[in-house]
Nanobody, 119 residues
Framework: VQLQASGGGLVQAGGSLRLSCTAS????????MGWFRQAPGKEREFVAQ????????DYADSVKGRFTISRDNAKNTVYLQMNSLKPEDTATYYC?????????????WGQGTQVTVSS
């Protein structure tokens, strides 16, 4: 299984970024996909997740209303649209896959993509 994340970068506060994660080696259309992030010196935290069909989403309170998760099963890709970015959103962002719809116990992990928000 491979999860390849991309789209990170440096952006000013208030700006936007769109992360993408393309999966291979699994039946993407049956997997819940999620995004997590880890800032330096902090624990990894849940950001958002989307059920296999795209019909159910879940967000951390810190990003609700600013971030949107979506997926394209035909492209084996999940997206994270991040708007109104804040310096506290600075972190390495990881995409992950889970065989069940749960914030915990994700089965598959990709490499991270760095997001830096300047003030």
């Amino acid at each position: 299984v491979q999860l390849q994340a991309s789209g990170g970068g440096l952006v000013q506060a208030g700006g936007s970024l769109r992360l993408s994660c393309t999966a291979s080696g699994l039946t993407f259309s049956t997997i819940t996909m999620g995004w997590f992030r880890q800032a330096p010196g902090k624990e990894r935290e849940f950001v958002a997740q989307i059920v296999w069909s795209g019909g159910l989403t879940d967000y951390a309170d810190s990003v609700k209303g600013r971030f949107t998760i979506s997926r394209d099963n035909a492209k084996n890709t999940v997206y994270l649209q991040m708007n109104s970015l804040k310096p506290e959103d600075t972190a390495t962002y990881y995409c992950a896959g889970n065989r069940i719809y749960s914030r915990r116990d994700y089965d598959y992990w990709g490499q991270g993509t760095q997001v830096t928000v300047s003030s």
